[in-house]
């Protein structure tokens, strides 16, 4: 990647070393019009008695202007204090070859931050409040203008920029915040210094918006825009943190007038990662360099480390972007890729070129000079702006500033002790540079990197200086002091360099957008193509021009005014950058769901009552719609109208029903269309047919009956389109006899449960149903109880029937009549018995049928199966008559008696024979009928084979064997699974050695 970008640099770099023909013309750093602040520096004997040593300190740091001139000029000094206190000093310059010097006591007229010096302001001092604090410079001729902010060990002084030099964009270079733990409170200490930059308006009615890239001490990250006048000062300070130490370092600054911007730091340590080994710290401050002045070229030299200054440590510089992806190469090692307002951190070890294909601004930071162990060694932390290469000048006129303090025995004493300036001129003028009057040795020079250019680190004196050469080159002024520096830029050209693209502003108008491509600035060198492409659904229109215009219009315009459209505009100035942007025209797209545009839609309704139907539309764009109105264009006798509030929103490829109700006094046809509108268009979407018609069908009915007749359920309805709706829902009481009813009403619905009273007499409803056209549905039944009373042979009611003393092996029936007492004949195809065993129904008599009113004997019998001894042993059993879900259960019971026989044999043998039980079948099967299992018990005198089988009744070729094996004597209970066993009729048949016996089974599952 590296060996296919150098040969274009180099390429590159020819042409800059030449200035670029497509800059704007612009001035220097010279001027007659200069305006400036002193943001917050540290100074000692804040708040000390008068007096003392500590307020004879306090009173010696001073705020110094420096003015050099070339040629005798007149000019005055225009100021405020912090009361808003004006004052003005003239001065005359006779002499060019001398400096005027403007000092004013540092005390209310420097901005007061956070930290005061004696203590941090829960206040924030003036810090993002309208300050006044600001000083004008006027003068008759050209001047150069540099200002120091100096107090005991912490100064820096800055080259101020000349009001013709000021633009409205700025970024801010700065340094993280200096943050000092007390370790007895765990809170912050007056030791820490914050991050900073001001703002002084030079126009009334000035707006400045603010972009920060760390909280502030008020604002956080979202400062409101402020408004100053000229004059006026606003400063911005980072947060303070125990935590994090925040640095302002690539804020963004604009203002719709030119502005002056001063950044820096309170006091710093550099390099902050050395941690409290280096101790001294130094205030920082420069005048920030407007974007439009930014340069792709830059190079960096190193300071001299003065012998008695602490090796730890190292000097700093830092790369700051001005526009996005902005590839950073020092020595033609890329180190960084930056977005606009990003920036680079490297550590200065040499002289090094940094360059680019995009501009940028670069600052260097001279390190922390002292340690516990060096006392106040020379030299301390200083920032200073570098010039770019394409604003190197061919002569400067500079100052090596100087200032006063006391020493420890009360003396003034000048500050600084080493006074520089670095020189960078390109190889074909290194023995042609000219430093006062004196041509510099070309031995001085040393090659920067593998670059064409050189530079020397030459001693000066104080004063005013003069330096030039045939071509362009930079200059860097510093000088070092005990525990104190300063720094600047030399001076500077102001040229204005194109190096953004066009500006791109449009408003959509519904279907169509109007456009201005703007390339007017300053620096701009205008328009030279605009072009379109990847149109879809729009035509573009671009204004005609010739030459390279500042601004050209353009508009668009969907075609189809239901479709999204887009297209994209390229827009190249003639220096090469582009712009390209994509603009998206959403169209009307929402129609009604369906195959065609409007859809037929045809709705039947009942006449004289409100009907109303969904309709679904649906949103086929890439982005949301909003319908504000819905209008119904209709005729005819049935009104139309929209049941949906609006307005309403569709997100893209999203869908949403509105509700339209209809209604008409007679029957008829009603033809209406439904149009969709927003602010911009209007779409047919529906073609609408509603027919109203008489409503000539009676409730709907949905009945879930029991098999028993009751309880039943009626669901009704009346709710289709066509149906006038349900009017009402009563029981008729004359015609409902033990019936209990339950009516729910939900607007066109109804809900009817009736169930039965007394389950043993006849039950009978009648339900009517009117809907409002007057249609009548009738529900009614009857339902049959069991109805039945139980008497014996001579007419008396009974509740149970016994039979006594029946001797075993004997067969003994009787009759008990059955009554109907209902008006429905009553018939029983089956009669249970609970067990079976000993009691049955003869089956002759089933099926068994009573007529209504009448009566009938039904026949029992009993077959003793054990005989009664002293320990209860009657038997016991159920009938049970099962009719409509109800049943009547009449209780048996029998007693069983012994039979003794006495008999002769022929051996005149008196035999006496007693039955005591019945051997074979004894009980079962049971349950009966049967379900899932069965059982039967059977008695065993001897020994033998036990065979049990069903046979199917209806089919004998289909037999179960439930049970075959060889067994004892005794009782015996076999249990059977009918899992094989079909539901219905089957055959038992039991073989045991006493014989065998067939019995009838009902299986029902």
């Known amino acids: 990647m590296l060996g296919t970008f150098l040969p274009y640099f180099l390429a590159f770099f020819c042409i800059t070393a030449t200035l670029p023909t497509l800059a704007q013309v612009g001035g220097t750093s010279k001027g007659k019009e200069f305006w400036l602040t002193f943001i917050p520096n540290i100074h000692r004997g804040v708040g000390a008695l008068p007096g003392s040593q500590d307020d004879q300190e306090r009173r010696s740091d001073s705020l110094y202007i420096f003015v050099a001139a070339e040629v005798p000029t007149t000019g005055k000094i225009t100021y405020r204090d912090i009361f808003n206190r004006q004052y003005v000093r003239n001065f005359t310059i006779s002499n060019p070859a001398q400096i005027y010097t403007f000092s004013v006591m540092w005390d209310n007229f420097e901005l007061v931050g956070v930290n005061s010096g004696s203590e941090l302001l829960p206040d924030g001092g003036q810090a993002e409040k309208r300050a ?60 820490s210094t914050p991050s900073q930059f001001a703002v002084v308006a030079v126009e009334n009615n000035t707006r400045i918006t603010f972009t920060p890239t760390a909280p502030l001490l008020f604002a956080g990250r979202n400062p409101s825009p402020v408004v100053l006048n000229a004059g006026d000062v606003y400063l911005v300070q980072a947060l303070p943190s125990t935590s994090l130490n925040y640095d302002l370092t690539g804020t963004g600054i604009s203002a719709d007038k030119p502005i002056a911007v001063f950044a820096g730091h309170q006091r710093a340590r550099i390099p902050q990662e050395s941690g409290f080994d280096l101790n001294s710290r130094d205030c920082l401050v420069e005048q920030m360099v407007p974007t439009t002045n ?32 902005t590839p950073i190469f020092v020595d033609s090692l890329r180190v960084a890729t930056l977005n606009a307002g990003q920036y680079f951190t490297g550590r200065l070890t040499k002289a090094s070129e940094v360059y680019s294909d995009k501009p940028f601004m670069v600052a260097q930071y001279k390190k922390t000079s002292s340690t516990g162990n060096t006392g106040l060694a020379n030299s301390d932390p200083f920032m200073m702006m570098i010039p770019p290469f394409e604003q190197f000048l061919n002569s400067y006129r500079f100052i090596s500033a100087q200032a006063v303090q006391l020493n420890s025995n009360n003396e003034r004493v000048k500050v600084y002790n080493f006074q520089y300036v670095n020189v960078v001129a390109p190889q074909s003028v290194i023995d042609k540079v000219i430093l006062d009057g004196v041509t510099v040795s070309q031995s001085q020079f040393s090659r920067i990197g593998g670059t064409r250019f050189f530079y020397a680190t030459l001693p000066v004196t104080d004063g005013v200086h003069t330096i030039s050469a045939p071509e362009p080159i930079g200059i860097y002024v510093y000088g070092y002091g005990p525990a104190n520096s ?163 929103t569709i997100p893209a ?74 009017d009402s829902v009563v029981i008729i009481e004359s015609e409902t006899i033990n019936c209990k009813t339950e009516i729910t009403r939900n607007g066109d619905r109804a809900t009817v449960n009736i169930s039965i009273i007394d389950q043993f007499r006849d039950a009978k409803y009648t339900l009517l149903i009117t809907d409002k056209a007057g249609n009548r549905r009738i529900l009614s039944d009857s339902v049959p109880g069991l109805t039945i009373n139980v008497k014996n042979m001579k007419g008396n009611e009974i509740t149970s029937l016994a039979f006594d003393s029946t001797a075993l092996g004997t067969t003994r029936c009787d009759s008990i009549i059955i009554e109907n007492t209902g008006r429905f004949p009553l018939t029983f195809s089956q009669i249970y018995l609970s067990r079976n065993l000993a009691f049955s129904i003869p089956v002759s008599q089933l099926p068994f049928s009573v007529a209504a009113g009448e ?151």
């Open 653 to 726: 490829g999203g869908m949403t029903d509105i509700s339209i109700c209809a209604i008409g006094d007679s029957i008829g046809v009603n033809a209406a269309k439904i149009i969709l509108e927003n602010t911009c268009a209007s779409r047919h979407v529906v073609d609408l047919v509603v027919t109203t018609n008489a409503d000539l069908t009676p409730p709907i009915i949905n009945t879930k009956k029991s098999d028993c007749g009751l309880p039943v359920t009626f669901e009704i309805s009346d709710e289709t389109l066509i149906d006038s709706g349900l």
């Open 132 to 191: 006044v604090q600001s000083f004008k410079v006027e003068t008759d001729n050209d001047v150069m203008v540099y200002a120091l902010n100096q107090a005991w060990t912490t100064s820096d002084a800055f080259l101020v920029l000349p009001r013709p030099a000021l633009e409205r964009d700025y970024f801010v270079m700065s340094y993280p915040s200096d943050n000092i733990i007390d370790d007895r409170t765990g809170r912050l200490s007056v030791g």
């Open 294 to 325: 930014y340069g792709k070229s830059a190079f960096l030299t190193p300071y001299p480390l003065p012998q008695d200054a602490s090796p730890i440590g190292w000097d700093v510089y830092r790369v700051l972007a001005a526009i996005d992806s």
């Open 855 to 1005: 009566q009938r004997s039904l026949a029992v019998c009993y077959h003793p199966l054990i005989a009664a001894n002293d320990i209860d042993t009657m038997e016991r059993d159920t009938v049970g008559l099962y009719f409509a879900c109800s049943e009547k259960l009449i209780p048996l019971s029998g007693i069983g008696v012994q039979l003794i026989g006495k008999n002769n044999t022929s051996c005149d043998v008196m035999l006496r024979s007693e039955i005591v039980s019945v051997p074979g079948l004894i009980a079962g099967p049971y349950p009966h009928p049967l379900q899932d299992r069965g059982t039967i018990e059977i008695g065993m005198r001897q020994q033998g084979h036990v065979s049990l089988r069903m046979r199917n009744a209806f089919n004998p070729n289909i037999i179960n064997i439930l049970h075959d094996q060889f067994m004892m004597s005794g009782l015996y209970s076999i249990s059977f699974s009918t899992d094989e066993l079909s539901s219905g009729l089957w055959i038992m048949e039991l073989m045991m050695p006493e014989g065998i016996k067939t019995i009838p089974i009902l299986i029902n599952k």
């Open 486 to 648: 300063y720094g600047y830029i030399g001076g500077m050209s102001f040229t204005l360099f194109d190096y953004r693209p066009p500006t791109v502003i449009s408003q959509r108008e519904c279907t169509k957008i109007k456009g201005m491509v703007f390339d007017s600035s300053a620096s701009d060198s205008h328009i030279a193509s605009i072009t379109s492409e990847s149109l879809n659904n729009v035509n573009v229109a671009i204004a005609p021009f010739t030459g390279f215009p500042d601004s050209i219009a353009f508009n668009a315009e969907l075609i189809d005014q239901y479709t999204d459209g887009s297209f994209i505009l390229n827009a190249k100035d003639s220096a090469g950058y582009a712009t390209k942007k994509q603009f998206d025209i959403p169209g009307f797209t929402v129609r009604v769901k369906g195959d065609t545009v409007p859809v037929a839609i045809r709705k039947d309704g009942p006449i004289k009552r409100e009907f109303c139907f969904p309709i679904t539309i649906v949103n086929e764009g890439r982005f949301p719609q909003t319908i504000n109105t819905i209008r119904i264009d209709d005729a005819g006798p049935v009104q139309v109208r929209l049941n949906t509030p609006l307005p309403i």
